[in-house]
């Protein structure tokens, strides 16, 4: 009986290892007729002179609508492709995140002649180890920081500081307009995320009955306090077209980022183009564009939320014209110093 069992057992686990091993053959002879087909392809499709890197799951979304201000300003032939294998021909690339340029250089080798940009939004787990990024990041052209300590940071982790700049995010002065203020509102501007720090934007709201909130954004229906949030008396919370914005931030006098990791964050900017008084943490490039006391307030990331409420407090009587401090953060200058990068 043993003898019969061995037999099956040897049988099937020959039968499956065949089956395993067929596996592994298809899967790389897929891989080079993929790569045999990208090959042909970039011998024989147009060369652009600019192509924009992306995530598919990004369209539509910040970091998609960077890329298409760069693009609306740039003289050239442009094209989006949303992945980071493959890469049509270009005489340049810009990588709308850090993350899809590793896999860029190994699939498409052949971009390590053209000038690469690459877009740092700020530190994030990956799937590959911080040496295995920095390493890749060296092969690149330059590496666009969104605000000053991270590119210190990348300094710190290895990347030549030769390779780097930093380039602050914008808004458009044609959209966002300032205000008056007036007792208005304090307003956030984030869709939900747990890095936002959905906590203390509801104990804030809480910790302040006399004042009125607006909360700009999407997905907050995900918070396992969602409930509890929207049944706040002085709380409006609004899902609303980007092209809206202004609406709102219009009947803001404060704005509040209480983000604990933040890139920007680009509300930040809109806001304080439409002279709302900004109280945010320090994180991001809250410090490149806020001068502490002046044209806004800036708390630690691990403030206390009475901290918090006193800046706000503090920040309803100050007259300063925000507006003015950030006016020249146009998507337009800020096009054309990407471009600056391209023809060094």
């Known amino acids: 009986m043993t003898m019969i069992f061995g037999k099956f057992w040897k049988r099937g686990f020959a039968i499956e290892n065949q089956h395993q091993i067929k596996s592994v053959l298809f899967q ?43 693009a609306a300003y740039f003289p050239g032939k442009t094209y989006f492709h949303y992945s980071g294998s493959f890469l049509p021909p270009a005489k340049a690339y810009f990588f709308s995140h850090h993350s899809l340029y590793p896999t860029a250089i190994a699939t498409t080798p052949q971009i390590a002649t053209a000038t690469t940009l690459i877009w740092y939004t ?22 666009i920081c969104t605000c000053s300590r991270y590119e210190k940071l990348l300094h710190s982790q290895g990347l030549d500081p030769s390779k780097t700049t930093f380039i602050l995010g914008a808004a458009d002065p044609e959209l966002f307009r300032p205000h008056a203020r007036a007792n208005g509102a304090v307003g956030f501007c984030t869709a939900y995320y747990s890095r936002k720090d959905p906590d203390r934007i509801l104990n804030i709201i809480q910790a302040m009955p006399h004042r009125s909130f607006i909360l700009l954004g999407r997905n907050w229906d995900q918070y396992e306090q969602y409930e509890t949030l929207k049944s706040l008396a002085n709380l409006t919370y609004v899902e609303a077209a ?21 890139g920007g964050p680009i509300p930040l900017i809109e806001t304080m183009m439409c002279n709302v008084f900004p109280v945010a943490s320090d994180t991001g490039f809250s410090t490149d564009i806020i001068r502490h006391g002046e044209n806004g307030f800036i708390f630690d990331v691990e403030a206390s939320i009475g901290e918090i409420c006193a800046y706000i407090e503090q920040a309803f009587t100050m007259d300063v014209d925000v507006h003015t401090t950030v006016k020249h953060l146009s998507w337009q200058n800020f096009s054309l110093d990407v471009q600056k990068l391209l023809k060094e």
Not at 125 to 143: F, Y
Not at 254 to 262: I, P, Y
């Open 122 to 143: 700020h530190p994030k787990e990956l799937e590959i180890s911080t040496q295995k990024l920095i390493s890749a990041l060296n092969q690149a052209t330059t590496v």
């Open 242 to 262: 980007y092209q809206d914005y202004p609406l709102y931030y219009a009947q803001m006098d404060v704005f509040v980022s209480a983000s604990k990791l933040e």
């Open 28 to 70: 790389r002879l897929s891989k080079l007729k993929k790569l045999l087909l990208h090959r042909w392809q970039w011998i024989n499709s147009p060369r652009f002179d600019l192509v924009f890197v992306g995530y598919e799951g990004n369209k539509g979304w910040i970091l998609d609508a960077i890329c298409k201000e760069i």
